[in-house]
């Protein structure tokens, strides 16, 4: 079993909207994408990290909620969350490192001019190459 | 009314010295009239999305146009191509012609090609609030 590292931020984030003693004033975050779950590749001994792409097409900047899970005897567990703003037209590149094995969900919580992306890529430290492995375009996250 | 088509952001590979990695844009018209289409393609830098190649295409009818991005814009990047098509009649969002990716590596040794990554005209998406 690969170690995971956990990248949880606290548990107000992870609450719903309108919920908590934030109610009314917090983030307002839009339905969730999700990938579904996907096999990343096994451990090979080479660093294997999940990458997550977020493209921001409007003129302003948007709330963006990150979640990544794992499925561990089928039932998913949080193993990454993260609430960023990104500016109008610009993107961001979130990393979770160690996924190598693992069955992986991404979830996004966004407005649809926000464009999600992913995938699992090799890390080569000795001469620095990176090699996807799995891709996940913005075709691949599907409403729920 | 032309419609523009992302990939969204993605990585593009980098590989040892004596493998060169460049990424293709291919253009396929699956029509017998000439098509024209304007590919763009933009670099993540410090989180600002900067445009490494804007260029306007004629695809010839059911034939193809391939664009070629060199090592040099885009190895080791984060990339992001867009492709604005003619829909010509076809319902909003649809094209005849139809955009892929294709990320490959050549080995400088013997000069043969590997397709590393394959994006396909599936994986593009509209683009949001979408521009000419």
Redesign the interface.
């Known amino acids: 079993m690969s170690s995971i590292k956990s990248w949880s931020i606290s548990d107000s984030v992870l609450q719903r909207p309108g919920s908590g003693p934030d109610r009314g004033r917090g983030p307002v975050f839009h339905d969730v994408r999700t990938t579904g779950y996907f096999a990343a590749p096994p451990d090979e001994g080479i660093p294997t990290n999940l990458?997550i792409?977020?493209?921001n097409?409007?003129?302003a900047p948007r709330q963006v909620r990150v979640a990544v899970n794992r499925l561990v005897n089928g039932v998913g567990e949080s193993i990454f969350s993260r609430s960023l703003t990104i500016?109008g037209?610009?993107?961001?590149?979130l990393n979770v490192e160690d996924v190598a094995g693992e069955s992986l969900e991404v979830r996004v919580w966004a407005a649809?001019?926000?464009?999600?992306?992913a995938?699992v890529?090799y890390y080569f430290i000795a001469?620095?190459?990176?090699?996807?492995q799995v891709?996940r375009?913005?075709?691949?996250f599907v409403r729920v | 009314m032309p419609v523009t088509l992302t990939t969204g952001l993605f990585q593009v590979a980098q590989l040892p010295a004596a493998q060169i990695v460049t990424a293709r844009v291919y253009l396929t018209n699956l029509e017998s009239e000439p098509a024209s289409a304007h590919v763009r393609a933009s670099r993540l830098a410090f989180g600002s999305k900067r445009e490494i190649l804007s260029q306007a295409v004629e695809v010839p009818g059911n034939g193809q146009h391939i664009v070629e991005l060199g090592s040099d814009l885009v190895e080791g990047q984060i990339i992001e191509v867009d492709v604005t098509l003619e829909t010509n009649g076809f319902v909003e969002g649809q094209s005849g012609a139809q955009p892929a990716v294709a990320v490959v590596s050549l080995f400088t040794g013997d000069q043969s090609t590997s397709l590393l990554q394959w994006i396909s005209a599936g994986d593009f998406v509209p683009e949001p609030n979408g521009v000419v």
């Not at chain 1, 649809?112 to 992306?117: A, C, I, N």
């Not at chain 1, 001469?127 to 996807?132: L, Q, S």
């Not at chain 1, 375009?137 to 691949?140: E, F, I, Q, V």
């Open positions: 990458n792409y977020l493209s097409f409007a003129d500016p037209g610009e993107g961001r590149h649809d001019d926000v464009l999600p992306s995938d890529s001469d620095g190459g990176i090699v996807v891709y375009s913005p075709a691949d």
